[in-house]
């Protein structure tokens, strides 16, 4: 007899599934524990990001002073004129990428091939590090060079640097940490622990990563380009 | 994916057996000693908000009489004790306590799942509240801001503590959500994905349920109490202006402009409104508990009682901003906000009538948890009477910081969840020690407790009416003010002073007991649920030796026409025992397993 028999006609097919999962003595998800927890801190989490994002929504509706213009302050020039937010594109495009790499290191972990999920997950941690070494280098040409600090900046209201180094330095650390995360995976993996758990680690860090690279979507979309 | 039942699972599960004496006892990871050391470190900080509140009311009874006490310090122990009581002692002790020993037991489960990630979150309390008591030593003290801790007050010069102490109490409330965070994330798991066969959701213990939805609660309500203090401190140390508009400060304009001080409060009620909800649910499940325990009779309606928990819960997201009607907000804000407010009352009743009726009929055993149970419903009903008046913005707005709000609050989420925490302490004492407590002294300390904090709080109903304001140092000479108050509060202050005495009776029974009380014996109150089903009184780690028990009816098979006790534990087979239980699910002819 299927699931779906059970819970009787008239039901959704997959509804269905839902109110076996949670009415039965078994877990509620058939996932391993770990990914579940995952599942719950990554909503908590996102709780954090969206109260960032809507703190800086609001300062800016309230602040006196006028907003600088993102496009000039986030540009860089390669010799000729300056092109608008072009480092940030890079750093979106190099954080999207490594989604893609990561998302193959599962597959390779579910395939139980340790060397190629070994270094797709270097990879994506090298995509990572380069985006905080890109993040770093944005910070340092703001600071040193064009005098923006927390409390101002020569360009218009002050909460605008308040928020920019406390929200990209907010997610900076959360990448920082999952690069840390990824390298102590895939050394784990090159070295054969999870032979015997199951490769459902990796994924459990790809859950972490792809979340990471979402919320850098908002932030994108809210504080670049808005 | 072939069915595994969880009992089975066994290997998921890493059982770290202590070795020596500090594994056991300190760097434990057995939610066991977990949940005492949580619970003995919160009660403890409990002891010092206690305290901090009966110097306030000193001073209120008897102003310009103590030294000791200078307007100052008088914010400070406001500050603190509202702190203190709200998030370091009632959340810590229902679901760091609570939540830690009662969870795998009445799931059935070994441990938490992931042991290693629940001792850091003991530990990093600890830190929590190392760096708050941190601030009553610094140069000028803890903040005296009040717990809501607005901004721009708490920056200014004038305000106590304005400098470091307000560092101080943020960072702490930080490492607090960091610790929350840790147990949380294993409370919710745990009782998602580790509970025994036969073990349905809808057999849990309500106790289960209103921790299950508390915690989620805290995962979703905390972080933006964790955002606000990251913005404020940012705000204090960097002379940011998030939240801090520009101020004009004797005479000299200070370094901010352009926050938003209202963007704070609705960050922190945010949080602030589930965090009641953080403790008044667990509380809920607890009391339900220990009244069909005690009633020997089944809980009444308990599928309504835990879908009235998630309504709750639900709905404990958007009320927030009733608690700042007098901030100034649109007027259709306020309309929707009182809305939903009085719409909690709903669920909320509801639970109070099946208390009631659970106890109707009964065959009720008049023991100090018991009593407790049964004081909680009264201090419950008051409190929550008083709140559908401040839900409605018309009669909130006079009645706003008045001592009404004190009264209230202080019914509600205050004496309720204590008298409840007091009832449920005394009612596991026999499981945690394995020796009963004095039952004599018990009830002393139940009356005393009881009776104590309505001569304390009916009072302040009146006092609020009268329009005394609350958080204030001193009342002077005002004209609307009538002198008799101040009979009111030196009579407030002398019940405050005896039921603050009057806990000494619950210390002395606790640690006099540890070696003196009787023998408990595994299940002395005749309970159904698996806590008390253990192989051994206290469980040891692990819990449930060689093999994971296997549950067949619900937590609340009491007084079943044709059993032989009046009660039936959970893991007795329908086959031995009938059962009152309505979902007839039979673990060891399960359907749904056949061919998934």
């Known amino acids: 007899m299927s699931e779906a028999a059970i819970s009787g006609a008239g039901t959704m097919p997959g509804s269905s599934t839902l109110v076996d999962d949670w009415s039965a003595d078994k877990q509620a998800y058939h996932v391993p524990w770990g990914k579940a927890m995952m599942w719950i801190f990554l ?56 989604s893609g790499t990561m998302a193959l290191a599962v597959n390779f972990g579910y395939r139980r091939d340790k060397a190629k999920t070994f270094w797709f997950m270097v990879a994506t941690a090298a995509f990572g590090a380069s985006f905080v070494g890109m993040q770093a280098f944005e910070w340092s040409k703001l600071i040193l060079e064009e005098g923006v600090r927390p409390w101002g900046n020569p360009f218009g209201a002050a909460q605008f640097g308040s928020i920019f180094f406390m929200i990209t330095g907010f997610h900076g650390l959360h990448v920082t940490a999952g690069v840390i995360y990824l390298l102590t995976v895939a050394f784990k993996v090159k070295k054969g622990h999870y032979d015997k758990k199951g490769y459902e680690i990796v ?9 990471v690279d979402l919320v850098w979507v908002f932030i994108f979309a809210f504080f670049y380009l808005l | 994916m072939a069915y595994v039942p969880l009992a089975d699972q066994d290997s998921e599960m890493e059982m770290h057996h202590p070795h020596s004496w500090v594994t056991k006892y300190v760097w434990s990871q057995d939610h066991k000693v977990i949940a005492i050391q949580y619970g003995g470190l919160a009660i403890a900080v409990g002891v010092v908000a206690l305290v901090l509140s009966l110097l306030m009311r000193m001073q209120l009874g008897f102003p310009e009489t103590f030294d000791l006490i200078d307007p100052s310090s008088y914010y400070q122990s406001v500050t603190m004790h509202g702190m203190i009581m709200v998030v370091y002692m009632l959340t810590a002790l229902l679901l760091g306590g609570f939540g830690n020993y009662l969870i795998p037991l009445m799931c059935g489960a070994r441990d938490m799942v992931f042991p290693f990630l629940n001792m850091l979150s003991v530990w990093v309390y600890a830190l929590s509240v190392i760096i708050l008591m941190a601030s009553f030593f610094v140069d000028g003290g803890p903040t005296g801001a009040g717990w809501t801790l607005y901004p721009p007050q708490t920056a200014m010069a004038g305000t106590p503590g304005h400098d470091m102490g307000i560092v101080l109490m943020l960072l702490s409330l930080a490492v607090f959500i960091v610790a929350f965070t840790m147990g949380g994330l294993n409370y919710v798991t745990t009782i998602l994905q580790y509970r025994c066969r036969g073990l349905t959701m809808m057999r849990l213990p309500l106790t289960v349920w209103g921790i299950f939805i508390a ?42 402009n352009g ?31 220990v009244l069909s325990t005690h009633a020997r009779k089944n809980i009444f309606g308990y599928r309504m009682m835990v879908w009235a928990i998630i309504a709750i819960g639900g709905l404990s997201f958007i009320v927030w901003a009733h608690h700042m009607y007098v901030s100034g907000m649109n007027p259709y804000f306020g309309f929707f906000f009182a809305t939903t407010t009085l719409i909690i009352a709903v669920p909320t009743a509801l639970k109070v009538y099946n208390w009631v009726l659970t106890l109707w009929e009964g065959d009720i055993r008049l023991n100090a948890p018991m009593y407790f149970a049964i004081g909680f419903i009264f201090t419950f009903i008051h409190g929550g009477l008083t709140g559908l008046f401040l839900g409605n913005v018309v009669i909130d707005l006079p009645l706003s910081d008045t001592y009404f709000v004190v009264a209230h609050f202080h019914m509600v989420m205050g004496v309720s969840p204590v008298l409840v925490i007091f009832a ?4 596991w004492y026999p499981k945690v020690t394995g020796r009963m407590f004095h039952e004599g002294m018990a009830k002393a300390h139940f009356w005393c407790t009881f009776l104590g904090t309505y001569a304390i709080y009916l009072p302040m109903h009146y006092l609020g009416f009268l329009g005394v304001p609350r958080r204030y140092y001193a009342m002077g000479s005002t ?24 806990q000494l009776l619950f210390f002395i029974n606790i640690f006099w007991s540890l070696r003196n009380g009787e023998k408990a014996g595994p299940n002395p109150w005749g309970s159904a649920s698996l806590e008390w089903q253990t192989p051994d009184t206290p469980p040891v780690h692990g819990n449930w030796g060689d093999e994971l028990p296997t549950v067949y009816r619900w937590a609340y098979d ?39």
């Open chain 1, 43 to 98: 909503v908590s989490d996102t709780f954090i990001f969206t109260c960032f994002l809507t703190g800086y929504l609001h300062v800016r509706l309230t602040t006196t002073e006028p907003w600088p213009l993102q496009s000039e302050i986030f540009a860089l020039s390669f010799g000729g004129d300056p092109i608008p937010l072009i480092l940030i594109a890079i750093m979106t495009f190099i954080l999207i990428t490594s």
């Open chain 2, 558 to 596: 009491y007084s079943v026409p044709g059993a032989h006790e009046d009660f039936i534990p959970q893991n007795v087979p329908e086959s031995v025992e009938p059962t009152a239980d309505e979902q007839h699910f039979d673990p060891d002819h399960d359907t749904s397993k056949a061919d998934v």
């Open chain 1, 203 to 211: 994924e459990i860090a790809g859950l972490y990563w792809h979340f």
């Open chain 2, 259 to 289: 926050g938003s001080p209202i963007l704070f409060q609705h960050l922190f009620w945010f949080f602030g409104h589930p965090e009641v909800y953080i403790v008044a649910l667990p509380a809920f499940g607890l009391v339900s508990d």
């Open chain 2, 479 to 502: 004209d609307f003010i009538p002198e008799s108050a101040q009979d009111l509060n030196v009579t407030i202050t002398y019940a405050a002073l005896f039921v603050g005495a009057a």
């Open chain 2, 215 to 256: 915690t989620i609660l805290g995962l979703f309500a905390f972080p933006a109490l964790l955002v606000s203090a990251i913005m404020m401190l940012f705000d204090m140390l960097l002379g940011t202006s998030f939240f801090m508009p520009a101020v004009i400060e004797s005479g000299t304009p200070l370094d901010h």
């Open chain 2, 424 to 427: 449920a302490l005394y009612h």
